[in-house]
């Protein structure tokens, strides 16, 4: 059926024990005009000092198991750089955090998503991903609990389509945020994963109180999570393994957008410069309290815009006696172009009960996750046009909204740097090819 198969890995990243590394990484990719049909990744470790074979994903003795090493999060984006960039970036194995502080400049002024294919409503280029996210997406779902074979997969017509001559005339690459916590032995994993500031032992002043911030990077900012005494503190190196189904581009692929929507995003506009800055209401947002209170608290979230911005995280506080100990909270964005959603991923965190996608008329996706036994979270359910009784595509039309709600399990102790983004996958009716990102 002129299906092909590509497994690549990506360069590696050594932690010790309770170390922290979040680095961008120039990434292999399939030559020529292809069309991704499914996408599969898996973190993965060397033996002995050997890099692990790039066989196909996923799982066997190379695979790291959830309590070595906890995937805060990676996501696949594309940059436009001069070549002279770009060569650096491969010959020194890419941008570690703290050399250019937030990225702005390479996040920012490099991103090309947002033109071509990964067109979402967030000014941060690391959103416009094109898969991910978190440490849910890691090795076959069916392996963790869940149903799928794949972590990605899109029916007929339907593909992520990518140029490879047009890319390399364009100076566009592919690259991986990698965002990796080595959690053998610690001794607080939640406070470790959540990031939450006195455990990894950054200060970011008295509101901010865990998150991103505090978790960045041990090089940037000495943040690290504590290790039970007497562990072995040898170095360890993680790749990410990652298998690509495809077909070559033909005239009857039908290309999908890839829109991740964010819920604590407040921004005025959709972060789009073709749509020409398509008006943002987020009426639900503003219709929700318990959300409102989450941002203007500032105990989580980036900060990085002086107005309304994507927070990429919230703050879930901890149960209040009497309460439901359910933490809701929903969003709504207007679409600035009309659309057939074809499949969805949502991406939460441990303590997720589950997250939605709605028009104003139904809900059409629920994705629930499947907890391991050590508490971690596995999986994450998607949904998929011909699968759990989603028959046909959903038509959302420009100016419609797009609703997102997620729910968490409230506890004694808060929810630290959660997220809840409804990353949707959707074929444009009025579909521009783009120009370039913004260097040219």
């Not at 309770?18 to 030559?31: A, R, T």
């Not at 879930?316 to 709504?332: Q, R």
């Not at 997620?406 to 740097?417: N, V």
Request: hydrophobic share 35%; net charge negative.
């Amino acid at each position: 059926n002129g299906l092909k198969e590509q497994t690549f890995l990506s360069l590696p990243m050594r932690l010790k024990p309770g170390e922290i590394k979040n680095d961008y990484m120039p990434i292999p990719w399939p030559k020529g005009h292809i069309a991704v049909k499914a996408f599969t990744a898996d973190l993965v470790k060397d033996i002995d000092g050997s890099p692990p074979p790039p066989t196909p994903c996923c799982g066997g003795p190379t695979a790291a198991a959830h309590n070595e090493a906890y995937l805060h999060h990676w996501t696949l984006n594309k940059w436009q750089l001069p070549g002279f960039l770009f060569k650096s970036m491969v010959k020194s194995g890419g941008i570690p955090f703290e050399e250019d502080g937030y990225l702005e400049k390479e996040v920012i002024a490099a991103d090309a998503g947002m033109n071509t294919g990964a067109n979402g409503p967030c000014p941060d280029g690391l959103l416009h991903t094109y898969f991910g996210v978190g440490n849910e997406v890691r090795g076959r779902p069916y392996a963790n609990g869940g149903t799928e074979l794949e972590a990605y997969e899109f029916p007929d017509p339907y593909a992520v389509v990518f140029d490879g001559d047009k890319m390399k005339k364009d100076g566009e690459f592919m690259i991986l945020n990698n965002h990796i916590i080595d959690i053998r032995n610690v001794t607080d994993r939640r406070g470790c994963t959540e990031c939450d500031c006195k455990v990894t032992g950054v200060k970011k002043g008295s509101t901010y109180l865990g998150g991103l911030a505090c978790c960045h990077s041990t090089s940037a900012d000495g943040g690290k999570c504590p290790v039970a005494a007497g562990t072995d503190m040898t170095e360890q190196a993680y790749y990410i393994k990652y298998t690509l189904k495809w077909r070559e581009f033909s005239d009857d692929v039908k290309p999908l957008e890839v829109m991740t929507l964010e819920m604590s995003d407040d921004n005025t506009q959709w972060s789009d410069v073709p749509t020409g800055g398509f008006k943002e209401s987020h009426e639900a947002l503003k219709s929700d309290p318990v959300l409102e209170k989450s941002l203007h608290g500032r105990h989580s979230g980036v900060n990085w815009m002086k107005h309304g911005s994507c927070h990429i995280e919230y703050f879930v506080p901890k149960c209040s006696e009497g309460s439901a100990c359910v933490h809701s909270v929903h969003n709504s964005w207007e679409l600035p172009f009309p659309v057939d959603v074809v499949f969805v991923r949502h991406h939460f965190h441990v303590g997720g009960l589950n997250q939605t996608l709605s028009t104003k008329d139904a809900t059409f996706c629920q994705s629930l996750p499947k907890y391991g036994a050590e508490g971690f979270l596995n999986d994450i359910s998607t949904c998929a046009v011909a699968k759990k009784g989603w028959k046909t595509p959903v038509r959302v039309e420009q100016g419609e909204q797009l609703i997102s709600r997620a729910m968490y399990q409230q506890d004694d102790r808060p929810h630290y740097g959660v997220m809840g983004f409804s990353v949707v996958y959707a074929h444009r009716l009025t579909w521009d090819h783009g120009a370039g990102g913004f260097l040219v």
